[in-house]
């Protein structure tokens, strides 16, 4: 069978205050074609199909339409919920996805069996898939519990419960003449982030051992960072990424959907397949006199600015470079010897003394700041 694994499509994203919403359509468009273009039997989506739990109705509609066209490509089509997903109303759309034939699963269910899906190629190649939305800490305990699996006990970790929950969709991975497949959101230890996943789902508590996934199973598809990449484990484990680049931090990234061929008999092959519609992201950095110089990269772009911090200088640089969306003085710049150790006595001294020492310490010496604050503080206390 084929497969085409693809996840965090994060549709609704807004960029330092610009709206992704044509970049999201041209790069749906793009999955889609991969998918009319490769006539996978299965289409998998891995969680985060939704930049935030509460999404617009463009987004909604941009979301639906697209889980359709890829349904229509003749593909089953597996979506799960991610950490910024809204579990609930992604449930909420079960009836419509049923009908469509879409199978939806945005939260952990009271039946496992829920969470199992099985399924048969049009040649004929027999299929089982365990799907597991993302799992919250407090909402991992409560999926023990309604599986009613060993008490949760409070000195266990996160990865504990992630490994009994599949452990129980996973049990059924024994026949020999079925390919066994798992899809799920969540932080592999020793996976390399992206760049621009939510921090507080990817460290510490939240990462698990890619010893979670059992050994029979065929291929494990992954959601939540946003670099594709394989993860070594027990089976073949592997992260499609996102297809566009999400925020800076993912600037190198190359974003991409992945294809996947096995059968029962034999080891996945695995490639990954480009998806070029969404603007880069690019980094530049330099004095105005430099940045005016550069050959502007038709991408949106952070600025690091070489020049001491005053009035009106972000908007000179936007008006050198309109596709300018985070301008920032250079760290280098400000991390000037012997600024840490500018510390000021605070006792006894005005607003006014504390912001004009605060100013002083990041270098920025244009008075007419100095002058606005004053005239704000003075508003503000009478």
Known sequence: MKILHTSDWHVGKVLKGQSRAEEHKAVLAGV???ARAEQPDLVIVAGDLYDTAAPTSEATRLVTRALTALRRTGADVVAIGGNHDNGPALDALRPWAEAAGITLRGGVRENPDEHVIDGTTAGGERWRLAALPFLSQRYAVRALEMYELTAAETNQTYADHLGRVLGRLTEGFTEPDRVHLVTAHLTVTGASTGGGERDAHTVLGYAVPATVFPATAHYVALGHLHRAQR???PCPVRYSGSP???DFGEQENVPSVTIVEVTASTAA?????PVTAASALRTVRGTLAQLAEIEAP???LRVYVREQPRAGLREE????LPRALEIRIDPELLAAPGSGARIAQRSGRSP???FADYLDSRGHADEGVQE???ELFEEVEH
């Open 352 to 354: 006014r003394e504390l």
């Open 32 to 34: 889609i074609d991969i």
């Open 244 to 246: 566009l680049a999400v």
């Open 231 to 233: 993860v070594i484990g």
């Open 372 to 374: 606005l604050f004053d």
């Open 298 to 300: 038709d991408a949106w």
């Open 317 to 320: 640089v936007q008006e050198l």
């Open 269 to 273: 092959r695995v490639r990954e397949v």
